[in-house]
């Protein structure tokens, strides 16, 4: 039997130019930043170095420009992020956000709050944090709880979420609550919100590691109301 044979791929002249201007951003913005810090990698969290990472175009890479994105190649966004985790930069203030945060709300909220939100988040300005997980719901997220009920002036959340990955530095959520009853479907009757972390009604308390690091929380809703148009989708 044939051996697999996988030709070496070669990058494209940007790219190679990219990894270069990269590699001399980190040899001088990461010179004081001892090991211990480094091996944290993406969990590692600098608002300013986001807010440099922003200043150079390396957040929002392939975005549209509508949104401040930088419409660039997502090989390109690879060099950059491949450089980053190499080198254990603190990118994990605005990682989910510039992950998936920033492209969920440009698909399914792409006139209303993309062009308020995203180009902020593009510019490193802008954290986000995932509510999914509750204290009876891990990865089974169709057993969820936390509930909103469409009033007059809003949205209005009660519930839990647990496990919520910087909570505490975030500017946003987007949490996963029941809009309707639970039927025989499990997975209908839930949406995704909008949250802004300094809604009144909003606790987030630390969840320490066994080393006692504070990275997880969990964040208690207590009649949230959101705006109606804070709904995804």
């Known amino acids: 039997m044939q051996g697999l044979l996988i030709d070496p791929g070669s990058l494209p002249p940007e790219c190679v130019a990219l990894r270069a201007e990269v590699r001399a951003f980190l040899a001088e913005a990461m010179v004081h930043i001892p090991p211990a810090r480094r091996n944290r990698n993406w969990s590692g969290a600098?608002?300013?170095?986001?807010?440099?990472?922003?200043?150079?175009?390396?957040?929002?890479?392939?975005?549209?420009?509508?949104y401040g994105g930088h419409q660039r190649s997502m090989l390109e966004r690879?060099?950059?992020?491949?450089?980053?985790?190499?080198?254990?930069?603190?990118?994990?203030?605005?990682?989910?956000?510039?992950?998936?945060?920033?492209?969920?709300?440009?698909?399914?909220?792409?006139?209303?709050?993309?062009?308020?939100?995203?180009?902020?988040?593009?510019?490193?300005?802008?954290f986000f944090c995932i509510g999914m997980s509750e204290p009876d719901s891990g990865s089974d997220?169709?057993?969820?709880?936390?509930?909103?009920?469409?009033?007059?002036?809003?949205w209005v959340i009660n519930g839990r979420k647990v496990w919520t990955s910087g909570a505490h530095r975030a500017h946003y959520m987007?949490?996963?609550?029941?809009?309707?009853?639970?039927?025989?479907?499990?997975?209908?009757?839930?949406s995704q919100f909008l949250v802004d972390?300094?809604?009144?009604?909003?606790t987030?308390?630390?969840?320490?590691?066994?080393?006692?690091?504070?990275?997880?929380?969990?964040?208690?809703?207590?009649?949230?109301?959101?705006?109606?148009?804070?709904l995804i989708g």
Request: net charge neutral; charged share 20%; proline share 7%.
């Open 141 to 154: 997220l169709a057993s969820i709880r936390t509930k909103a009920v469409n009033t007059a002036q809003g």
């Open 204 to 230: 987030v308390r630390p969840i320490l590691n066994q080393l006692g690091e504070h990275d997880f929380n969990e964040v208690t809703f207590d009649d949230v109301t959101v705006p109606h148009d804070c």
């Open 78 to 126: 690879y060099v950059v992020l491949e450089e980053m985790l190499a080198a254990g930069a603190p990118v994990g203030a605005h990682w989910v956000a510039d992950r998936q945060s920033g492209p969920l709300l440009m698909r399914y909220a792409p006139d209303t709050l993309a062009p308020r939100i995203v180009p902020r988040i593009a510019r490193g300005e802008c």
């Open 197 to 202: 972390m300094q809604t009144p009604g909003l």
């Open 46 to 66: 600098s608002a300013d170095f986001s807010r440099q990472m922003g200043e150079r175009g390396w957040i929002g890479m392939t975005w549209p420009a509508r």
């Open 174 to 190: 987007i949490a996963l609550v029941r809009t309707s009853e639970r039927t025989e479907n499990r997975h209908g009757g839930m």
